[in-house]
């Protein structure tokens, strides 16, 4: 099992059957909304989801880098507060989550890598199953 089929087995199928252009339709939705919750990004992450916006293609190793960056001051900052977690260390993991998304988005038309790609994506959300059954109604 996948990881998105952790969040829907409805999702997943749904998902693995749709063209590679509606795969990656929807995981720009979900960035859409990762980004209004996020508000302004870091400025390589907005690039590359501009490009993707603009039916270009993105910089992996790029982005993967950016992920383990903001990955890491995620733990770092969980780290410096052990508490709950604080608005600083959840924008960087919503803002890691999205970079990973977009990294994997150049292999949209793998059904096992698209699912990683709106996985990431959907984890970078404050409220993931809303957006599930949003893309469950979408795609079916």
Do not use: H, K, W
């Amino acid at each position: 099992m996948n990881r998105l089929a952790t969040l829907s087995a409805r999702l997943d199928n749904q998902f693995r059957q749709v063209t590679p252009a509606r795969r990656l339709a929807a995981v720009l939705q979900v960035c859409a909304q990762a980004e209004g919750e996020l508000g302004a990004l870091e400025p390589d992450l907005a690039a590359a989801l501009a490009a993707l916006r603009a039916g270009g293609t993105v910089d992996e190793a790029a982005l993967g880098a950016l992920r383990d960056r903001l990955d890491d001051e995620y733990f770092a900052l969980q780290d410096d507060d052990p508490g709950p977690p604080t608005p600083a260390s959840l924008r960087a993991f919503s803002q890691a989550r999205l970079a990973a998304s977009l990294a994997l988005s150049g292999a949209i038309g793998a059904p096992p890598t698209a699912a990683d790609c709106l996985y990431e994506a959907l984890m970078a959300l404050n409220d993931a199953q809303v957006m599930v059954r949003t893309l469950e109604l979408t795609l079916s």
